[in-house]
Protein backbone atom coordinates (compact mmCIF):
# COMPACT_ATOMS: atom_id res chain seq x y z
CA UNK A 1 0.00 0.00 0.00
CA UNK A 2 1.09 3.47 -0.94
CA UNK A 3 1.11 4.82 2.51
CA UNK A 4 1.52 8.39 2.74
CA UNK A 5 2.06 8.52 6.57
CA UNK A 6 3.27 6.46 9.40
CA UNK A 7 0.90 7.33 11.50
CA UNK A 8 -0.98 3.99 12.37
CA UNK A 9 -4.51 3.92 13.61
CA UNK A 10 -5.84 0.63 14.64
CA UNK A 11 -9.88 0.95 14.15
CA UNK A 12 -10.67 -3.02 13.95
CA UNK A 13 -10.25 -4.48 17.40
CA UNK A 14 -13.54 -6.47 16.89
CA UNK A 15 -11.80 -8.39 14.14
CA UNK A 16 -8.64 -8.95 16.11
CA UNK A 17 -6.45 -7.09 18.71
CA UNK A 18 -2.82 -7.12 19.75
CA UNK A 19 -1.76 -9.37 22.32
CA UNK A 20 -0.56 -7.40 25.19
CA UNK A 21 2.99 -7.33 26.66
CA UNK A 22 1.95 -8.75 29.95
CA UNK A 23 0.41 -11.12 27.66
CA UNK A 24 3.71 -12.44 25.65
CA UNK A 25 6.03 -12.02 28.56
CA UNK A 26 3.52 -14.46 30.62
CA UNK A 27 3.83 -16.86 27.10
CA UNK A 28 7.30 -16.48 25.96
CA UNK A 29 9.07 -19.16 28.86
CA UNK A 30 6.70 -21.67 27.15
CA UNK A 31 7.67 -21.77 24.05
CA UNK A 32 11.64 -22.25 24.78
CA UNK A 33 12.41 -23.34 28.32
CA UNK A 34 9.42 -24.58 29.25
CA UNK A 35 8.15 -26.18 26.86
CA UNK A 36 7.33 -29.69 28.18
CA UNK A 37 4.45 -31.73 26.87
CA UNK A 38 1.51 -31.65 29.18
CA UNK A 39 0.86 -35.14 29.02
CA UNK A 40 4.27 -36.22 30.42
CA UNK A 41 4.88 -37.14 33.36
CA UNK A 42 8.40 -35.64 34.62
CA UNK A 43 8.50 -32.06 35.90
CA UNK A 44 8.86 -29.98 32.68
CA UNK A 45 5.73 -31.75 31.22
CA UNK A 46 3.88 -31.50 34.75
CA UNK A 47 4.61 -27.99 34.92
CA UNK A 48 3.48 -27.57 31.40
CA UNK A 49 0.11 -28.96 33.05
CA UNK A 50 -0.24 -26.79 35.69
CA UNK A 51 0.40 -23.93 33.20
CA UNK A 52 -3.07 -25.14 31.71
CA UNK A 53 -4.35 -25.81 34.74
CA UNK A 54 -3.59 -22.03 36.00
CA UNK A 55 -5.09 -20.50 32.38
CA UNK A 56 -8.06 -22.89 32.86
CA UNK A 57 -9.08 -21.11 36.13
CA UNK A 58 -8.34 -17.72 34.85
CA UNK A 59 -10.72 -18.48 31.70
CA UNK A 60 -13.18 -19.91 34.11
CA UNK A 61 -13.09 -16.77 36.82
CA UNK A 62 -13.93 -14.76 33.79
CA UNK A 63 -17.14 -15.99 32.57
CA UNK A 64 -17.63 -17.39 36.40
CA UNK A 65 -17.99 -21.40 35.29
CA UNK A 66 -16.08 -24.15 37.30
CA UNK A 67 -12.08 -25.06 35.14
CA UNK A 68 -13.82 -28.44 34.61
CA UNK A 69 -16.34 -26.38 32.74
CA UNK A 70 -14.10 -25.02 30.44
CA UNK A 71 -12.61 -26.95 27.31
CA UNK A 72 -10.02 -25.22 25.57
CA UNK A 73 -9.89 -25.40 21.27
CA UNK A 74 -8.24 -23.72 18.98
CA UNK A 75 -10.70 -21.04 17.99
CA UNK A 76 -13.58 -19.67 18.77
CA UNK A 77 -14.98 -20.95 15.25
CA UNK A 78 -14.29 -24.62 16.39
CA UNK A 79 -15.79 -24.27 20.04
CA UNK A 80 -19.11 -23.29 18.16
CA UNK A 81 -19.05 -25.82 15.51
CA UNK A 82 -18.74 -28.08 18.39
CA UNK A 83 -21.24 -27.11 20.49
CA UNK A 84 -23.86 -26.78 17.50
CA UNK A 85 -22.94 -29.63 15.36
CA UNK A 86 -22.40 -32.46 18.53
CA UNK A 87 -25.38 -30.75 20.37
CA UNK A 88 -27.35 -31.23 17.03
CA UNK A 89 -26.06 -34.87 16.21
CA UNK A 90 -26.31 -36.26 20.00
CA UNK A 91 -30.08 -35.08 20.35
CA UNK A 92 -31.15 -35.90 16.97
CA UNK A 93 -33.41 -39.12 18.21
CA UNK A 94 -35.26 -36.48 20.38
CA UNK A 95 -35.47 -34.31 17.56
CA UNK A 96 -33.65 -32.73 14.28
CA UNK A 97 -34.89 -28.73 14.78
CA UNK A 98 -32.47 -25.82 16.31
CA UNK A 99 -33.23 -22.25 16.73
CA UNK A 100 -30.25 -19.60 15.97
CA UNK A 101 -30.88 -16.13 14.56
CA UNK A 102 -30.38 -14.41 11.10
CA UNK A 103 -27.29 -12.08 12.14
CA UNK A 104 -25.18 -15.24 13.87
CA UNK A 105 -20.92 -15.13 12.94
CA UNK A 106 -20.49 -17.88 9.82
CA UNK A 107 -18.80 -19.88 12.10
CA UNK A 108 -22.38 -20.65 13.81
CA UNK A 109 -24.35 -20.18 10.08
CA UNK A 110 -22.15 -22.35 8.27
CA UNK A 111 -22.48 -25.02 10.81
CA UNK A 112 -26.40 -24.71 10.85
CA UNK A 113 -26.00 -24.84 6.52
CA UNK A 114 -24.13 -28.22 7.59
CA UNK A 115 -27.00 -29.56 9.67
CA UNK A 116 -29.33 -28.71 7.08
CA UNK A 117 -27.47 -30.78 4.38
CA UNK A 118 -27.79 -33.55 6.70
CA UNK A 119 -31.41 -33.33 7.28
CA UNK A 120 -32.02 -31.20 10.29
CA UNK A 121 -34.40 -28.51 10.10
CA UNK A 122 -33.10 -24.33 11.25
CA UNK A 123 -35.28 -21.26 12.14
CA UNK A 124 -33.26 -18.22 11.86
CA UNK A 125 -34.93 -15.82 14.14
CA UNK A 126 -35.47 -12.48 12.51
CA UNK A 127 -34.12 -9.14 14.47
CA UNK A 128 -35.78 -5.93 14.79
CA UNK A 129 -33.55 -2.38 13.29
CA UNK A 130 -31.78 -2.40 16.13
CA UNK A 131 -30.61 -5.88 16.26
CA UNK A 132 -32.13 -7.64 18.43
CA UNK A 133 -34.18 -10.72 18.70
CA UNK A 134 -38.12 -10.66 19.98
CA UNK A 135 -38.72 -13.14 22.87
CA UNK A 136 -42.40 -13.90 22.29
CA UNK A 137 -40.73 -14.98 18.52
CA UNK A 138 -38.27 -17.37 19.97
CA UNK A 139 -41.00 -19.04 22.23
CA UNK A 140 -43.25 -19.44 19.12
CA UNK A 141 -40.90 -20.99 17.33
CA UNK A 142 -39.57 -23.66 20.01
CA UNK A 143 -40.90 -27.28 18.93
CA UNK A 144 -41.33 -30.48 20.92
CA UNK A 145 -38.29 -31.48 18.66
CA UNK A 146 -36.14 -28.70 19.10
CA UNK A 147 -32.75 -29.46 20.93
CA UNK A 148 -30.90 -26.37 20.56
CA UNK A 149 -31.21 -22.76 21.26
CA UNK A 150 -27.89 -20.85 19.47
CA UNK A 151 -28.06 -17.25 19.95
CA UNK A 152 -24.60 -14.82 19.89
CA UNK A 153 -24.07 -13.10 22.92
CA UNK A 154 -22.74 -10.26 20.92
CA UNK A 155 -23.04 -9.31 17.19
CA UNK A 156 -19.26 -8.47 15.52
CA UNK A 157 -20.83 -6.07 12.95
CA UNK A 158 -23.54 -3.88 14.43
CA UNK A 159 -22.48 -4.86 18.86
CA UNK A 160 -26.00 -5.34 19.45
CA UNK A 161 -25.96 -7.62 22.77
CA UNK A 162 -28.92 -10.38 23.31
CA UNK A 163 -31.12 -10.77 26.42
CA UNK A 164 -29.29 -13.71 27.22
CA UNK A 165 -31.15 -14.29 30.95
CA UNK A 166 -33.98 -14.17 29.68
CA UNK A 167 -33.46 -16.69 26.32
CA UNK A 168 -31.46 -18.97 28.93
CA UNK A 169 -34.70 -18.95 30.76
CA UNK A 170 -36.81 -20.06 27.89
CA UNK A 171 -35.01 -22.33 27.02
CA UNK A 172 -34.56 -24.28 30.65
CA UNK A 173 -38.70 -23.87 30.55
CA UNK A 174 -38.78 -26.14 27.63
CA UNK A 175 -36.13 -28.28 27.78
CA UNK A 176 -34.13 -27.19 25.26
CA UNK A 177 -29.97 -26.49 25.27
CA UNK A 178 -28.54 -23.01 24.91
CA UNK A 179 -25.41 -22.06 23.20
CA UNK A 180 -24.34 -19.13 23.16
CA UNK A 181 -21.12 -17.33 20.67
CA UNK A 182 -20.00 -14.95 23.41
CA UNK A 183 -16.75 -14.34 21.59
CA UNK A 184 -17.22 -10.52 20.75
CA UNK A 185 -19.04 -10.22 24.01
CA UNK A 186 -15.72 -11.35 26.19
CA UNK A 187 -13.78 -8.90 27.90
CA UNK A 188 -16.16 -6.00 27.05
CA UNK A 189 -19.39 -7.12 28.57
CA UNK A 190 -19.95 -8.82 32.36
CA UNK A 191 -20.40 -12.39 31.53
CA UNK A 192 -21.59 -15.15 34.28
CA UNK A 193 -22.77 -18.10 33.24
CA UNK A 194 -24.34 -19.26 36.46
CA UNK A 195 -25.91 -16.69 36.88
CA UNK A 196 -27.19 -16.13 33.32
CA UNK A 197 -28.57 -20.03 33.02
CA UNK A 198 -26.38 -20.94 29.58
CA UNK A 199 -25.57 -24.39 28.72
CA UNK A 200 -22.48 -23.67 26.55
CA UNK A 201 -20.75 -20.91 25.47
CA UNK A 202 -18.01 -20.14 22.92
CA UNK A 203 -15.02 -17.99 23.48
CA UNK A 204 -11.56 -16.87 21.72
CA UNK A 205 -8.06 -15.43 22.59
CA UNK A 206 -7.48 -12.79 19.94
CA UNK A 207 -10.13 -10.66 21.09
CA UNK A 208 -9.20 -10.04 24.21
CA UNK A 209 -5.70 -9.16 23.65
CA UNK A 210 -4.33 -13.20 23.73
CA UNK A 211 -3.09 -15.09 20.58
CA UNK A 212 -4.77 -16.14 17.66
CA UNK A 213 -5.69 -19.77 17.45
CA UNK A 214 -6.83 -20.35 20.47
CA UNK A 215 -10.44 -20.95 22.09
CA UNK A 216 -13.10 -22.65 24.83
CA UNK A 217 -16.42 -23.86 25.48
CA UNK A 218 -17.62 -23.36 28.32
CA UNK A 219 -19.91 -26.75 28.74
CA UNK A 220 -22.21 -26.85 31.92
CA UNK A 221 -21.47 -29.54 34.59
CA UNK A 222 -24.21 -32.03 34.01
CA UNK A 223 -24.73 -31.12 30.17
CA UNK A 224 -22.82 -34.32 28.60
CA UNK A 225 -21.76 -33.39 25.20
CA UNK A 226 -19.91 -36.00 22.95
CA UNK A 227 -16.33 -35.89 21.98
CA UNK A 228 -15.33 -33.49 19.49
CA UNK A 229 -11.66 -34.25 18.67
CA UNK A 230 -10.94 -38.07 19.35
CA UNK A 231 -7.70 -38.85 20.11
CA UNK A 232 -5.45 -38.86 23.74
CA UNK A 233 -6.73 -37.67 26.98
CA UNK A 234 -6.14 -34.05 26.73
CA UNK A 235 -9.36 -31.74 27.66
CA UNK A 236 -10.77 -34.53 29.67
CA UNK A 237 -10.94 -36.54 26.47
CA UNK A 238 -13.68 -34.62 25.06
CA UNK A 239 -10.99 -32.32 23.03
CA UNK A 240 -7.76 -34.56 22.02
CA UNK A 241 -4.03 -33.06 20.92
CA UNK A 242 -1.02 -32.04 22.52
CA UNK A 243 -2.72 -28.76 24.00
CA UNK A 244 -1.39 -25.28 22.47
CA UNK A 245 0.49 -24.97 25.29
CA UNK A 246 1.77 -20.61 24.49
CA UNK A 247 -1.31 -20.45 23.22
CA UNK A 248 -3.32 -21.30 26.19
CA UNK A 249 -1.37 -19.99 28.61
CA UNK A 250 -2.00 -16.47 26.49
CA UNK A 251 -5.60 -16.99 27.24
CA UNK A 252 -4.99 -17.36 30.54
CA UNK A 253 -3.49 -14.22 31.50
CA UNK A 254 -5.65 -12.41 28.79
CA UNK A 255 -8.46 -13.55 30.67
CA UNK A 256 -6.93 -12.22 33.98
CA UNK A 257 -6.38 -8.55 32.79
CA UNK A 258 -9.19 -8.53 31.17
CA UNK A 259 -11.42 -9.33 34.14
CA UNK A 260 -9.76 -6.75 36.40
CA UNK A 261 -9.52 -3.93 33.29
CA UNK A 262 -13.50 -5.11 32.71
CA UNK A 263 -15.11 -1.77 34.10
CA UNK A 264 -12.83 0.48 33.26
CA UNK A 265 -12.11 -0.47 30.09
CA UNK A 266 -15.86 -0.69 28.82
CA UNK A 267 -16.39 2.97 30.11
CA UNK A 268 -13.04 4.34 28.54
CA UNK A 269 -14.40 2.64 25.13
CA UNK A 270 -18.31 4.24 25.49
CA UNK A 271 -16.96 7.23 25.86
CA UNK A 272 -14.00 7.29 23.45
CA UNK A 273 -16.94 6.07 20.96
CA UNK A 274 -19.04 8.92 21.98
CA UNK A 275 -16.83 11.20 21.97
CA UNK A 276 -16.09 10.07 17.85
CA UNK A 277 -19.44 9.78 17.31
CA UNK A 278 -20.62 13.08 18.00
CA UNK A 279 -17.54 14.58 16.16
CA UNK A 280 -18.57 12.55 13.06
CA UNK A 281 -22.20 13.53 13.26
CA UNK A 282 -22.02 17.44 13.58
CA UNK A 283 -18.74 17.28 10.58
CA UNK A 284 -20.02 14.73 7.85
CA UNK A 285 -23.56 15.54 7.06
CA UNK A 286 -25.63 12.24 5.63
CA UNK A 287 -24.84 9.31 7.55
CA UNK A 288 -27.06 7.09 9.02
CA UNK A 289 -25.76 5.08 12.39
CA UNK A 290 -26.68 1.30 11.70
CA UNK A 291 -28.00 -0.66 14.73
CA UNK A 292 -28.93 0.60 18.41
CA UNK A 293 -26.69 3.11 20.53
CA UNK A 294 -27.90 0.74 23.69
CA UNK A 295 -27.07 -2.35 24.88
CA UNK A 296 -24.49 -2.22 22.21
CA UNK A 297 -20.35 -3.23 22.49
CA UNK A 298 -18.91 -0.26 23.95
CA UNK A 299 -15.64 -0.11 21.15
CA UNK A 300 -18.70 -0.65 18.82
CA UNK A 301 -19.87 1.54 15.46
CA UNK A 302 -20.90 0.86 12.33
CA UNK A 303 -22.37 4.20 9.96
CA UNK A 304 -23.07 3.81 6.76
CA UNK A 305 -21.46 7.11 4.45
CA UNK A 306 -24.72 7.56 2.01
CA UNK A 307 -23.70 8.09 -1.73
CA UNK A 308 -21.00 6.79 -1.71
CA UNK A 309 -19.44 2.95 -1.43
CA UNK A 310 -17.11 1.54 1.45
CA UNK A 311 -14.13 -0.19 0.33
CA UNK A 312 -12.99 3.26 -1.27
CA UNK A 313 -13.40 4.96 2.00
CA UNK A 314 -11.86 1.90 3.28
CA UNK A 315 -8.98 2.02 0.78
CA UNK A 316 -8.49 5.91 1.56
CA UNK A 317 -8.54 5.59 5.28
CA UNK A 318 -5.65 2.78 4.47
CA UNK A 319 -3.40 4.98 2.55
CA UNK A 320 -3.81 7.16 6.19
CA UNK A 321 -2.93 4.24 8.12
CA UNK A 322 -6.09 4.18 9.42
CA UNK A 323 -7.63 0.31 9.59
CA UNK A 324 -11.20 -0.12 9.71
CA UNK A 325 -13.50 -2.98 7.86
CA UNK A 326 -16.85 -2.45 5.41
CA UNK A 327 -19.98 -4.40 4.87
CA UNK A 328 -19.77 -3.86 1.56
CA UNK A 329 -19.76 -6.31 -1.46
CA UNK A 330 -16.92 -4.92 -2.98
CA UNK A 331 -14.95 -5.84 -0.18
CA UNK A 332 -16.48 -9.53 -0.18
CA UNK A 333 -15.02 -12.34 -1.95
CA UNK A 334 -18.41 -13.19 -3.19
CA UNK A 335 -20.01 -9.58 -3.69
CA UNK A 336 -23.05 -10.28 -1.81
CA UNK A 337 -23.12 -7.40 1.37
CA UNK A 338 -23.51 -7.85 4.74
CA UNK A 339 -25.94 -10.12 6.13
CA UNK A 340 -26.61 -8.54 9.81
CA UNK A 341 -27.11 -5.02 7.89
CA UNK A 342 -29.61 -6.69 5.91
CA UNK A 343 -31.24 -8.25 8.58
CA UNK A 344 -31.87 -4.93 10.41
CA UNK A 345 -33.41 -3.10 7.30
CA UNK A 346 -30.47 -1.63 6.09
CA UNK A 347 -31.44 -0.54 2.24
CA UNK A 348 -28.68 -2.67 0.01
CA UNK A 349 -26.96 0.90 -1.19
CA UNK A 350 -26.40 2.11 2.05
CA UNK A 351 -24.80 -1.05 3.42
CA UNK A 352 -22.52 -0.78 0.49
CA UNK A 353 -21.16 2.01 2.49
CA UNK A 354 -20.94 0.79 5.58
CA UNK A 355 -18.00 1.01 7.36
CA UNK A 356 -17.29 -0.65 11.12
CA UNK A 357 -15.31 1.23 13.33
CA UNK A 358 -14.13 -0.62 16.54
CA UNK A 359 -12.08 1.15 19.33
CA UNK A 360 -9.86 -1.03 21.98
CA UNK A 361 -7.53 -1.00 24.69
CA UNK A 362 -4.78 1.43 22.49
CA UNK A 363 -6.79 4.04 21.15
CA UNK A 364 -6.56 7.77 22.10
CA UNK A 365 -8.61 10.80 21.53
CA UNK A 366 -5.99 11.69 19.12
CA UNK A 367 -6.35 8.38 17.04
CA UNK A 368 -10.22 9.78 16.45
CA UNK A 369 -9.48 13.43 15.94
CA UNK A 370 -7.01 12.42 12.96
CA UNK A 371 -9.53 9.71 11.88
CA UNK A 372 -12.60 12.17 11.90
CA UNK A 373 -9.94 14.32 9.90
CA UNK A 374 -9.26 11.77 7.48
CA UNK A 375 -12.54 10.70 7.25
CA UNK A 376 -14.12 13.95 6.41
CA UNK A 377 -11.49 14.25 3.71
CA UNK A 378 -12.32 10.64 2.80
CA UNK A 379 -15.81 10.99 2.37
CA UNK A 380 -16.01 14.68 0.49
CA UNK A 381 -13.47 13.79 -1.85
CA UNK A 382 -15.46 10.40 -2.90
CA UNK A 383 -18.76 12.16 -2.79
CA UNK A 384 -17.67 14.79 -5.67
CA UNK A 385 -16.42 11.95 -7.71
CA UNK A 386 -19.67 10.38 -7.38
CA UNK A 387 -22.56 9.47 -9.53
CA UNK A 388 -24.73 9.45 -6.90
CA UNK A 389 -25.76 12.59 -4.66
CA UNK A 390 -28.28 13.55 -2.15
CA UNK A 391 -30.02 15.64 -5.19
CA UNK A 392 -30.33 12.34 -7.20
CA UNK A 393 -31.14 9.89 -4.43
CA UNK A 394 -30.01 6.60 -4.68
CA UNK B 1 0.19 -3.89 0.91
CA UNK B 2 -3.38 -3.28 -1.00
CA UNK B 3 -4.51 -6.11 -3.11
CA UNK B 4 -4.56 -3.70 -6.09
CA UNK B 5 -1.40 -2.62 -7.95
CA UNK B 6 0.19 0.58 -7.96
CA UNK B 7 -1.30 1.41 -11.07
CA UNK B 8 -4.81 1.38 -9.84
CA UNK B 9 -4.25 2.81 -6.40
CA UNK B 10 -2.54 5.74 -8.16
CA UNK B 11 -5.79 6.12 -10.28
CA UNK B 12 -7.88 5.79 -7.50
CA UNK B 13 -6.16 7.92 -4.97
CA UNK B 14 -5.86 10.63 -8.24
CA UNK B 15 -8.23 10.06 -10.77
CA UNK B 16 -8.36 11.63 -13.90
CA UNK B 17 -11.39 13.35 -15.80
CA UNK B 18 -13.53 13.00 -12.73
CA UNK B 19 -16.44 15.39 -12.79
CA UNK B 20 -19.15 16.66 -14.30
CA UNK B 21 -19.07 18.13 -17.75
CA UNK B 22 -21.61 21.15 -18.83
CA UNK B 23 -23.75 20.02 -21.74
CA UNK B 24 -22.20 16.77 -22.88
CA UNK B 25 -22.54 15.73 -25.99
CA UNK B 26 -23.56 12.20 -25.22
CA UNK B 27 -24.14 11.08 -21.76
CA UNK B 28 -24.29 7.41 -20.19
CA UNK B 29 -24.60 5.72 -17.17
CA UNK B 30 -24.20 1.79 -16.08
CA UNK B 31 -24.97 -0.42 -13.05
CA UNK B 32 -26.82 0.66 -9.80
CA UNK B 33 -26.10 1.47 -6.55
CA UNK B 34 -27.58 -1.35 -5.23
CA UNK B 35 -25.00 -3.80 -6.70
CA UNK B 36 -22.49 -1.35 -5.58
CA UNK B 37 -21.30 0.42 -8.80
CA UNK B 38 -22.66 3.10 -11.04
CA UNK B 39 -20.53 4.90 -13.14
CA UNK B 40 -21.39 7.84 -15.60
CA UNK B 41 -19.90 8.76 -18.65
CA UNK B 42 -19.87 12.17 -20.43
CA UNK B 43 -18.24 12.72 -23.56
CA UNK B 44 -17.92 16.17 -25.84
CA UNK B 45 -17.03 14.73 -29.31
CA UNK B 46 -15.58 16.98 -32.54
CA UNK B 47 -17.01 17.58 -35.77
CA UNK B 48 -15.15 15.11 -37.77
CA UNK B 49 -16.21 12.44 -34.98
CA UNK B 50 -13.49 12.62 -32.31
CA UNK B 51 -13.86 12.36 -28.68
CA UNK B 52 -11.71 15.88 -27.52
CA UNK B 53 -12.86 15.37 -23.94
CA UNK B 54 -14.46 12.35 -21.73
CA UNK B 55 -15.42 12.86 -17.70
CA UNK B 56 -16.96 10.13 -15.41
CA UNK B 57 -18.42 10.18 -12.14
CA UNK B 58 -18.71 7.00 -10.14
CA UNK B 59 -20.50 5.32 -7.29
CA UNK B 60 -18.70 2.43 -6.42
CA UNK B 61 -15.12 0.31 -5.02
CA UNK B 62 -11.36 1.53 -5.78
CA UNK B 63 -11.64 -0.47 -8.93
CA UNK B 64 -14.93 0.93 -10.32
CA UNK B 65 -12.98 4.37 -9.69
CA UNK B 66 -9.65 3.67 -11.21
CA UNK B 67 -10.91 1.92 -14.21
CA UNK B 68 -13.56 5.11 -14.75
CA UNK B 69 -10.14 7.17 -14.75
CA UNK B 70 -8.13 4.49 -17.12
CA UNK B 71 -11.15 4.30 -19.30
CA UNK B 72 -12.27 8.14 -19.56
CA UNK B 73 -8.30 9.20 -20.55
CA UNK B 74 -8.17 5.86 -22.92
CA UNK B 75 -10.73 7.44 -25.09
CA UNK B 76 -9.77 11.03 -25.04
CA UNK B 77 -8.28 11.45 -28.38
CA UNK B 78 -9.64 8.39 -30.10
CA UNK B 79 -12.42 8.77 -33.03
CA UNK B 80 -15.54 7.92 -31.58
CA UNK B 81 -15.18 4.17 -34.31
CA UNK B 82 -11.79 3.58 -32.31
CA UNK B 83 -13.57 4.17 -28.81
CA UNK B 84 -16.04 2.15 -29.71
CA UNK B 85 -13.64 -0.38 -30.21
CA UNK B 86 -12.25 -0.40 -26.84
CA UNK B 87 -13.05 -3.76 -24.55
CA UNK B 88 -12.81 -4.62 -20.97
CA UNK B 89 -9.87 -6.73 -21.88
CA UNK B 90 -8.26 -3.23 -22.91
CA UNK B 91 -9.17 -1.58 -19.77
CA UNK B 92 -8.07 -4.37 -17.54
CA UNK B 93 -4.63 -4.38 -19.35
CA UNK B 94 -4.41 -0.32 -19.24
CA UNK B 95 -4.53 -0.86 -15.26
CA UNK B 96 -2.08 -3.62 -15.11
CA UNK B 97 -4.53 -6.62 -13.96
CA UNK B 98 -7.17 -6.29 -10.94
CA UNK B 99 -8.32 -9.05 -8.75
CA UNK B 100 -10.31 -11.53 -10.26
CA UNK B 101 -13.24 -11.12 -8.07
CA UNK B 102 -13.39 -7.05 -9.35
CA UNK B 103 -13.24 -7.68 -12.95
CA UNK B 104 -16.80 -7.02 -13.12
CA UNK B 105 -15.86 -3.22 -12.39
CA UNK B 106 -14.01 -2.76 -15.91
CA UNK B 107 -17.12 -4.48 -17.54
CA UNK B 108 -18.94 -1.18 -16.50
CA UNK B 109 -16.79 1.02 -17.92
CA UNK B 110 -16.72 -0.32 -21.51
CA UNK B 111 -20.72 -0.64 -21.13
CA UNK B 112 -20.73 3.05 -19.71
CA UNK B 113 -18.90 4.82 -22.86
CA UNK B 114 -20.62 2.75 -25.63
CA UNK B 115 -23.53 4.16 -23.51
CA UNK B 116 -22.69 7.59 -23.71
CA UNK B 117 -21.57 7.06 -27.73
CA UNK B 118 -25.10 5.56 -28.16
CA UNK B 119 -26.73 8.79 -26.59
CA UNK B 120 -24.45 11.07 -28.77
CA UNK B 121 -25.10 9.05 -32.11
CA UNK B 122 -29.16 9.45 -30.85
CA UNK B 123 -28.89 12.75 -30.63
CA UNK B 124 -26.73 13.70 -33.22
CA UNK B 125 -28.82 10.86 -35.86
CA UNK B 126 -25.47 8.99 -36.15
CA UNK B 127 -24.89 5.42 -36.84
CA UNK B 128 -21.98 3.20 -35.89
CA UNK B 129 -21.09 0.49 -36.87
CA UNK B 130 -19.59 -0.70 -33.39
CA UNK B 131 -22.88 0.21 -31.88
CA UNK B 132 -24.64 -2.59 -34.02
CA UNK B 133 -26.81 -4.85 -31.51
CA UNK B 134 -26.26 -2.43 -28.86
CA UNK B 135 -28.97 -2.00 -26.50
CA UNK B 136 -27.78 0.56 -23.08
CA UNK B 137 -31.16 -0.75 -21.41
CA UNK B 138 -30.34 -4.66 -22.18
CA UNK B 139 -30.56 -6.13 -19.01
CA UNK B 140 -27.83 -5.77 -17.05
CA UNK B 141 -27.73 -9.18 -15.18
CA UNK B 142 -27.49 -10.71 -18.37
CA UNK B 143 -24.28 -9.11 -19.05
CA UNK B 144 -22.02 -8.55 -16.13
CA UNK B 145 -21.50 -10.05 -13.21
CA UNK B 146 -25.61 -10.45 -12.03
CA UNK B 147 -25.70 -8.47 -8.65
CA UNK B 148 -28.27 -10.92 -8.00
CA UNK B 149 -29.86 -9.27 -4.74
CA UNK B 150 -30.22 -12.95 -2.76
CA UNK B 151 -28.84 -11.82 0.00
CA UNK B 152 -26.83 -14.52 1.57
CA UNK B 153 -23.47 -15.41 3.45
CA UNK B 154 -21.30 -12.59 2.63
CA UNK B 155 -17.71 -12.86 3.68
CA UNK B 156 -14.79 -10.68 5.11
CA UNK B 157 -16.63 -8.21 7.49
CA UNK B 158 -18.94 -10.89 8.76
CA UNK B 159 -16.22 -13.27 9.88
CA UNK B 160 -14.44 -10.69 11.80
C1 LIG C 1 -19.12 -13.47 16.87
C2 LIG C 1 -17.93 -14.26 16.47
N1 LIG C 1 -17.96 -15.60 16.56
C3 LIG C 1 -16.92 -16.35 16.22
C4 LIG C 1 -15.75 -15.79 15.77
C5 LIG C 1 -14.63 -16.68 15.38
O1 LIG C 1 -13.62 -16.72 16.33
P1 LIG C 1 -12.18 -17.23 15.89
O2 LIG C 1 -11.59 -16.11 15.08
O3 LIG C 1 -11.45 -17.46 17.16
O4 LIG C 1 -12.37 -18.46 15.11
C6 LIG C 1 -15.68 -14.39 15.64
C7 LIG C 1 -14.50 -13.68 15.14
O5 LIG C 1 -13.77 -13.97 14.28
C8 LIG C 1 -16.80 -13.62 16.01
O6 LIG C 1 -16.78 -12.30 15.89
Known sequence: MTTETERQVYLDYSATTPVKEEVLAEMLPYFTSSFGNPSSLYTVGQKSKNAISRAREQVAALIGAEPTEVFFTSSGTEADNWAVIETAMWKRGKGRHIITTAIEHHALLHSCEYLEKEGFDVTYLHVDKDGFIDLDELKKQVRDDTTLISIMFANNEIGSIQPVAEIAEIAKARG???????????????????????????????????????????????????????????????????????????????????????????????SLRTYFLERVQAEIPDIRI????????????????????????????????????????????SLTPSHVLDAIGVPVEEIHGSIRFTIGDFTTKDDLDYTVEKLKAAVEKLRKISSVSKDSGF | MSMYNDKVIEHFSNPHNAGDMENPDGEGVYGSPVCGDMMKIMIRVSEDDVITDAKFKTFG???????????????????????????????????????????????LADHAIKSAIFDYAQKHGKTYKGLEGFDPNADEQDDHHGCDMEIHLPEKLSDL
Open chain 1, 290 to 333: NGSLENRLPGNLNITFKYIEGEAILLLLDMNGIAVSTGSACSSA
Open chain 2, 61 to 107: CGSAIASSSVATDMVIGKTVEEALAVTNQNVLDELGGLPAIKIHCSV
Open chain 1, 176 to 270: VLFHTDAVQALGNVPIDVKALGVDMLSVSAHKIYGPKGVGALYIRKGVNLPTHIHGGGQESKKRAGTENLTGIVGFGKAAELSGQNLEHHAKTLL
